[in-house]
């Protein structure tokens, strides 16, 4: 089975947060590089989420008051829908 290639990437720390990280990684007994790479892949699905956010807000703003604007009877369904479910027990 072949296993992905991975790259070594060195980040200089300053003291305070590689102390930080070092007793982290002892109360969660991992190694230090794993919760750097999970900070790290935390870090990047968060940017992907932002810009994905970032995106539709951008589309959102150029569409208002469009053609490609959302449906108003499609846009009325759901605020009924919402008060309805909203009376509901």
């Given at each position: 089975?072949?296993?992905?290639?991975?790259?070594?990437?060195h980040?200089?720390?300053?003291?305070?947060v590689?102390?930080?990280?070092?007793?982290?990684?002892?109360?969660?007994?991992?190694?230090?590089?794993?919760?750097?790479?999970?900070?790290?892949?935390?870090?990047?699905?968060?940017?992907?989420?932002?810009?994905?956010?970032?995106?539709?807000?951008?589309?959102?703003?150029?569409?208002?008051?469009?053609?490609?604007?959302?449906?108003?009877?499609?846009?009325?369904?759901?605020?009924?829908?919402?008060?309805?479910?909203?009376?509901?027990?």
């Amino acid at each position: 089975m072949k296993t992905a290639a991975a790259h070594n990437f060195h980040v200089p720390l300053p003291s305070g947060v590689y102390s930080r990280l070092r007793s982290e990684a002892e109360r969660q007994h991992k190694p230090a590089t794993q919760l750097v790479k999970q900070a790290v892949e935390y870090w990047l699905e968060e940017q992907e989420k932002l810009s994905l956010h970032e995106e539709i807000a951008r589309y959102a703003t150029e569409t208002a008051g469009t053609c490609d604007d959302l449906d108003e009877q499609l846009e009325v369904a759901g605020v009924e829908h919402l008060i309805d479910s909203e009376k509901k027990p």
